[in-house]
């Protein structure tokens, strides 16, 4: 139905990539959009990498169909998120594809991913980041606009970016990301010039999701302008900007909001939760989000969610949500005058 570059380079049936939330794109969630006809992103976030192989056969037992590891490239306070040791169990799973979030990955582990058969994205938000990215030989960009949920450094909403980073890169895949949450906007991003869509937060409420309810209903009442930038969240990760909804933490620090504030003392713990297998007390701002092991305080917590939030109002399985958003988006690209767009889009990533 959807003949892009992305659904023919990668065998999809549709140019629909879900998102590597860290805590939330485990391996059901994953498994269940790539065997929609999506591609699945398993979001690694912290996982050392023992827990990131297990995670990863387990996928490769709930489907053979295309899916890739999203890892994060960045110094937190738990030491690098991604090291020598992820890239090499990546390798060792025979992993096709493998995508890197903030900072550009070293040239060496390019070179080696590539040299095993894998394709490597980048996920970011500048033109910059994706000229550099694109001389590295990575082989598809994820434009991250400033709608995006979760960590988020774009400056630029998806509207201004993907157009601009179309036009410097003619020739590279591009894969738009933020606020896409419905037919409609993932019609607009096609039609911008975008070869597929990355879509996080209205994956928030698939039934697969790896999410506390709590968090999840709130994502389900909440409207586009309860969602906030701050940088409040991350003793984990200190200072990084990120889309999150407004709860009681988020109004008390506004406007002071810039960095992650100092922990109190004597210690605050907001709550409690699991972080692959062992129990975490959570510090005061903590970012890790809410599973549903996570017990506590939710006025407390980081729910992180993007500005397409006030779109997501139903919980359904993620087969479901792929295929219509799919379906929609195709209805809305051949509509009076959709035709034309539809086909320059297709022209362009022919
Ligand atoms: C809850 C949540 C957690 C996220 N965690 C990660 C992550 O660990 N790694 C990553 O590459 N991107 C992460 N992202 C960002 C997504 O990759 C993507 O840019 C974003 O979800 C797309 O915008 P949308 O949320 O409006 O659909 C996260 C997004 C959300 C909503």
């Known amino acids: 139905m959807f003949a892009t570059r992305l659904t023919r380079d990668y065998g999809l049936e549709f140019p629909f990539v879900s998102a590597g939330m860290g805590f939330i794109a485990l391996p059901e969630l994953v498994a269940a959009v790539s065997n929609a006809g999506g591609l699945g992103l398993l979001g690694v976030g912290p996982a050392p990498p023992p827990v990131m192989q297990e995670m990863i056969r387990k996928i490769k037992q709930l489907t053979s169909r295309p899916f890739g590891v999203d890892l994060i490239h960045e110094n937190t306070s ?14 060792a799973e025979g992993v096709k594809l493998v995508v890197f979030f903030w ?98 937060t209205r994956l928030l409420a698939a039934k697969e999701a790896n999410i506390h309810g709590d968090y999840q209903a709130r994502v389900l009442k909440a409207e586009s302008d309860d969602v906030v930038r701050t940088c409040i969240f991350g003793p984990e990760w200190p200072d990084q900007p990120m889309l999150v909804l407004r709860n009681r933490v988020v109004e008390e620090w506004a406007g002071r909001d810039d960095k992650t504030p100092a922990q109190p003392s004597p210690a605050v713990q907001i709550g409690r939760t699991d972080l692959f297998g062992h129990p975490y007390p959570m510090p005061k701002f903590s970012a890790a989000l809410p599973t549903p092991e996570t017990t506590g305080d939710f006025e407390e917590m980081c729910l992180a969610a993007g500005r397409g939030v006030g779109l997501v109002r139903e919980v359904k399985p993620a087969a479901e949500i792929v295929r219509e958003m799919m379906l929609d988006a195709a209805a809305k690209l051949r509509e009076p005058g959709g035709d034309t767009q539809r086909e320059m889009a297709e022209r362009r990533t022919a």
């Open 78 to 91: 738990f030491g690098p998120a991604t090291t020598d040791a992820h890239i090499d169990a990546c390798i």
């Open 103 to 200: 900072n550009l990955p070293p040239a060496g582990w390019v070179k080696r991913l590539r040299e095993s058969g894998a394709r490597v994205w980048y996920q970011g938000g500048s033109i910059a980041k994706a000229k550099e990215a694109a001389g590295m030989g990575i082989s598809a960009i994820i434009a991250q606009g400033s709608e995006a949920g979760g960590h988020n450094k774009s400056e630029l909403g998806l509207f201004a970016l993907l157009p601009a980073m179309r036009d410097t890169l003619p020739n590279l895949p591009l894969i738009a990301a933020g606020g896409i949450a419905d037919g409609r906007s993932a019609a607009a991003a096609l039609a911008l010039g975008a070869d597929g869509v990355c879509v996080g």
